[in-house]
C-alpha cells in the first residue's frame, strides 16, 4: 500500500505562486508515475500534469508553461511549482500514484490517492 499527502495550498492573488508538495510513504514510488490532478466546485477532476520514474513530463494545456512538476525519489516526493495562477486554477489538488502504460490523464489509471490540498486564486 502506497499513502500520499499533499500540502502546500492556500490563498494567493492572481499572478502569484504556490508549491504543492506529495510526500508518498508505505511502498517506495521510484517506479511509480506520480500525477496531479484538481477537481473545482462542480466539476470533474481534471488532469493537470504526470512525471515518470524516468522524468519525462506531460501537462494540461492549461498549465502549460507555468505549472511545473518534479519528483525528489530519495525523499518520495513530488511537486508541482505554479506560477502565474488565476482564478480559474481554484479547486482541490490531488497527488496520486500508478504503473501506468497509457491513458495518464485518466483518473482511473492510478492506483493511489492522497486526500487533496485546496487552492484558491483570488482576482
Known amino acids: 500500500q502506497v499513502q500520499l499527502v499533499e500540502s502546500g495550498g492556500g490563498l494567493v492573488q492572481a499572478g502569484g505562486s504556490l508549491r504543492l508538495s506529495c510526500a508518498?510513504?508505505?511502498r517506495t514510488v521510484i517506479r511509480h508515475d506520480m500525477?496531479?490532478?484538481r477537481?473545482?466546485?462542480g466539476k470533474e477532476r481534471e488532469f493537470v500534469s504526470v512525471i515518470n520514474w524516468l522524468g519525462g513530463r506531460i501537462y494540461a494545456d492549461s498549465v502549460k508553461g507555468r505549472f511545473t512538476i518534479s519528483r525528489d525519489s530519495r525523499k518520495?516526493?513530488?511537486y508541482l511549482e505554479m506560477s502565474s495562477l488565476k482564478p480559474e486554477d481554484t479547486a482541490v489538488y490531488y497527488?496520486?500514484?500508478g504503473s501506468?502504460?497509457?491513458d495518464v490523464?485518466?483518473?482511473f489509471k492510478y492506483d493511489y490517492w492522497g486526500q487533496?490540498?485546496?487552492v484558491t486564486v483570488s482576482s
Open 24 to 26: 508518498a510513504s508505505g
Open 116 to 118: 487533496g490540498t485546496q
Open 76 to 78: 518520495n516526493t513530488v
Open 95 to 97: 497527488c496520486a500514484a
Open 39 to 41: 477537481q473545482a466546485p
Open 100 to 102: 501506468i502504460t497509457a
Open 105 to 107: 490523464a485518466r483518473p
Open 35 to 37: 500525477g496531479w490532478f
